[in-house]
């Protein structure tokens, strides 16, 4: 691995050279993105490639995010002090720590054993310490979690789950990234009143498909 001099140098770059050209000026992010070191969450044989703009494979066939995409989501879901969070698939504990940086608890759902394990290690490693990590399907019903401020699913879906809509507070927000190839969007959703929400869809983006979510009917009527 780099010396820390090179790391630094290297997380710098990142943010300057992949984050603020993709529109990420929010220095509450900017700052999350120096603080949590992405290189902590990535698995040893990807390490020289924390800073990379590209996915990167975790075990399990899952996969981590670029660093823009989760820079992005953080900025559009502007997470409180306050707020409880939802989120749905915690691959390596990337995004998982960078929405503890700034919420009052994390409730993070995975379906693979061996994913829950690396997060909860990561996690810990890093002095994360308002996050539960949970063992668990997230296409299921998961109403016994209670209401969140904050629902990120960090893989994408063909379309937001109605039953996790129904677990937002008012005012809450959930982020998504919902299409089918070759056409998806990132997609928050904002509970705004009883029973009502607006959707905005700011930009495109692609990201691997979340564990047992339905699909899109491929029926033509």
Known sequence: MSTPLNIAQARFN???QQIRPWDVHDPVVLAMLDHVKREDFVPEAQRALAFVDMELPLPDG???LQPKVVARLMQELKVQP???VLEIGAGSGYLTAMLASCAKQVVSL???PTLVALTQANLKRAGVSNVEVRQADGSKDQS???AFDVIVLSGSVASVP???LSQL???GRLAAIVGDEPVMRATIVTHTGDKQFSTRQPWDVHAPRLVNFAE???FQF
Do not use: F, N, Y
Request: aromatic fraction near 0%; avoid cysteine.
């Open 14 to 16: 990142m943010i300057e």
């Open 62 to 64: 899952q996969t981590m």
């Open 82 to 84: 306050h707020e409880r």
């Open 110 to 112: 995975e379906i693979s």
């Open 144 to 146: 016994a979690l209670g």
């Open 162 to 164: 109605p039953e996790l």
């Open 169 to 171: 507070k008012q005012g």
């Open 216 to 218: 899109t009917s491929a």
